[in-house]
Every structure is written in structure tokens, then in C-alpha cells.
């Protein structure tokens, strides 16, 4: 596992306050002036001011968030785990102003393009996360605030001893339960067949959730934007698969 740790906890070494694997690796790299701009001055408009935890994207125990605190009102939340640059949230919130958007990611240059992209297009039903996406379902937001999730393409670990690694698993769904309001949706996509036979074993199998499709696979989610990750995925010859899940 590779993280940056907190600046007041670099003696430690990650892997010893993390008890299981996170589901990415999180490298640092320079961001354009554009990006720096961003972080510097939406950040505090845009990214939740979460404590953290050892780890630097760990959430300290006994932070939360109110939803309706956070977004200044009462509305339908959608959270995004691992957005990107913000294509799907961003093209979703401008289309549904009546609804919450939370986009959750750890990448900064991602976020700072997700919040450029929000400021010009004037979006303010969106809020960022930078913030490991499990520990942000199951300690901040509070129990059954969610009514959707979305799981776009997240990375597939594809060599068999990083399997471990997959967000999408028997605790993850664990998780989600808690998180999703009863009647609240899962979505997931992915180009990796092997992922997604195991995100369908997986949710079939799970405590709370009934399909929401018919046959082997869902139908495309219309609200989730084609990207030019799906469309390199596309021409490489990977079928793209989704999946969707009602909480019950």
C-alpha cells in the first residue's frame, strides 16, 4: 500500500494503522497553475473539511456530516466514489439542480479540474470528498442519507494477488447497506469482465439488495456520461458492463 500520511504523523508507516487495504494508491505529482489556483481558492467552497485519521485520507473517528448542514438544504444525495475528473457528477449535477451531488476521490488534480469545471459552469449542488470512499459511508455521512451510489470504473487490480484490493466486496456491501436509504441504488460499471462477475456474485449474494435489471447485466445507466476512459476501453475490445442494486 502506498499513502501519504497526515504532516503531523510522518514517522509512521501507513501500513500499520490501516486494517485492511485500501482500494487505491495514492501518488503525489505536480498540478498546473489552473489546478494550484483551485485548490487554493475553491477548496473552501468546494472540498469538505473533513478530519482525518493517521493516514491522509483516513477519516478520524468521530467526525460526521450532516448532509443537509453541508449542502445548506434538505434534497435527494448522490455520492460518486472515485470521480475522476468529474465528468459523470459534474453533467449530472447541471442536469438535476433539485439534487445533492458528493464527489469522492483522492486524486487532488482530479478534484481541482472537478471544482474548475464547477466554478465556470456554475454548480453549486456539488461538494467534494478527498477521503478514503468506505470510511467516508460508514463513520461521516450519516446512516441512510444516501439515495444513490455510484461505482463508475474503479481500478480493477487485475493481478490475482491484488484482487484483495477491489472496493467492491462482501464488507464493502456491508457498508453500502448502512450507508443507502432503504429503496436507494447502487450503480456500477466496469470494463473488466472478471470484476464485474464478481461485483454481480458478490451483490447477489449480499444481506439487503435486489436486483434492478433483468437477464445478465443492466441496461447503460443514461445518467452516466460516455468518457474517453469508456471509449479507449470500447476500442480495446472491452465490453463495458452495469450493474444496479436497490437497497431493501
Do not use: C
Amino acid at each position: 500500500m502506498t499513502e501519504q500520511t497526515s504532516p503531523s504523523r510522518k514517522s509512521f508507516d501507513p501500513t500499520t494503522f490501516r486494517d485492511k487495504p485500501v482500494s487505491f494508491v495514492r501518488r503525489g505529482g505536480r498540478m498546473t497553475a489552473s489546478q494550484e489556483y483551485a485548490w487554493e481558492h475553491l477548496r473552501p467552497h468546494y472540498v469538505l473539511d473533513i478530519e482525518h485519521g493517521p493516514a491522509a485520507t483516513s477519516v478520524a473517528d468521530g467526525a460526521h456530516g450532516d448532509p443537509a448542514e453541508i449542502f445548506g438544504r434538505e434534497a435527494p444525495l448522490v455520492v460518486e466514489i472515485g470521480s475522476g475528473q468529474g465528468h459523470a457528477i459534474l453533467h449530472a449535477a447541471e442536469q438535476h439542480p433539485g439534487t445533492n451531488f458528493l464527489a469522492v476521490e483522492v486524486f487532488r488534480a482530479g478534484l481541482a479540474r472537478t471544482m474548475l469545471r464547477a466554478e465556470s459552469a456554475e454548480i453549486d449542488n456539488l461538494r467534494l470528498a478527498e477521503v478514503n470512499a468506505p470510511e467516508l459511508l460508514e463513520k461521516y455521512l450519516p446512516a441512510g442519507s444516501i439515495d444513490e451510489l455510484w461505482v463508475f470504473f474503479p481500478d480493477p487490480w487485475k493481478k490475482t494477488r491484488h484482487i484483495k484490493r477491489r472496493l467492491v466486496n462482501d464488507d464493502f456491501t456491508r457498508i453500502v447497506r448502512g450507508a443507502l436509504r432503504p429503496g436507494g441504488v447502487l450503480r456500477l460499471a466496469t470494463d473488466w469482465e472478471d470484476y464485474a462477475e464478481q461485483m454481480r456474485r458478490v451483490l447477489d449474494e449480499a444481506e439487503g439488495f435486489e436486483r434492478e435489471f433483468a437477464g445478465e447485466w443492466a441496461e447503460r445507466f443514461d445518467g452516466r456520461v460516455l468518457t474517453a476512459f469508456e471509449r479507449k476501453g470500447a476500442e480495446k475490445g472491452r465490453e463495458i458492463r452495469d450493474l444496479a442494486y436497490r437497497r431493501i
